[in-house]
């Protein structure tokens, strides 16, 4: 699976801002078409979105585009006009049922289908940002194999909640939890939430570090200033690659002579810590 430490959400109306997000070397890029678009404008987006698929050169970044949630009577709209387009998998927010979900996936089959790509090429990701989400998690995880992700939408389920945001994200932390160990259970990446100051560059990058130690695979950010310190802040650094490395190495020789655990500089390596070590090389990229 793809790397996503940071996915950046770009307003699907402004050719400018897709241009500028095309050449940023972030990992995954969302074409907005919910949030970022006022009403009037989502006819206009649509248009600009797949005019930007098919003539801007995006690079080595994830090409996703973010629809309209199906209760609002746009989704369909949305999907019909990416259904061509040359993009890598939709966003799907206020994902709250089953139903929906396989909803979403059939669309993507047709798209794969229009395409001629093979079946499940396309990513389906989920925004889970409502109370109801969280009572139909499992039964949305398992909803369709499209499914690669699920991003926890702080925001919305705050308001929701009518939790008050602080910077401690102490009210979030149920809800954070929750996104992590339902990914893990189902074998899908965990994406952290907004951070809407994008003028302090430092508490950005000490959230994605906080996330990473959760269990996240990355973070959604809002500006291009965030880019880089969240990519950073899901990054293992050269010594923690390196370490993590020499224990995955240790432990396939180890298995050869048929030991279990084993010891490296007075530290006792079980598979707890191999797999621990396992996703560290896989937040490097190795």
């Known amino acids: 699976m793809r790397r996503r430490r940071a996915m950046l959400y770009v307003p699907g109306d402004d050719p400018h801002k897709m241009e500028k997000a095309a050449g940023l070397g972030v990992d995954s890029i969302i074409l907005d078409l919910e949030d970022g678009v006022a009403l009037n404008r989502k006819d206009a987006a649509r248009t600009a979105v797949v005019q930007a698929l098919r003539s801007l050169d995006f690079g080595s970044s994830e090409k996703l585009a973010r629809i309209n949630s199906q209760n609002s009577g746009l989704a369909l709209d949305d999907i019909n006009a990416l259904v061509t387009a040359p993009l890598d998998g939709i966003v799907m927010p206020k994902a709250e049922t089953a139903e929906a979900v396989r909803w979403a996936g059939q669309k993507l089959n047709e798209a794969e289908y229009a395409r001629r790509l093979g079946q499940n090429a396309l990513a389906l990701i989920l925004i889970i940002e409502t109370a109801r989400a969280f009572v139909n998690l499992k039964e949305m995880c398992v909803a369709d194999p499209h499914i690669q992700a699920l991003i926890f939408g702080g925001e919305d ?119 621990r070590a396992e996703n560290v090389l896989a937040r490097a990229g190795k």
């Open 157 to 275: 389920l705050a308001a929701e909640l009518g939790a008050t945001r602080t910077r401690e994200a102490i009210e979030m932390l149920y809800g954070r939890s929750q996104v992590v160990m339902y990914a893990a259970a189902f074998n899908l990446q965990a994406i952290d939430m907004v951070n809407t100051d994008f003028t302090d560059i430092d508490w950005l990058y000490r959230e994605a570090m906080q996330g990473a130690n959760m269990g996240f695979s990355g973070k959604q950010v809002i500006h291009p200033a965030q880019v880089m310190p969240v990519q950073e802040g899901f990054t293992p650094t050269r010594e923690e690659a390196a370490e993590a490395k020499a224990i995955v190495d240790a432990f396939k020789q180890h298995q050869v002579r048929g030991t279990g655990a084993f010891q490296i500089d007075g530290k006792m390596i079980d598979m707890p810590v191999v797999r």
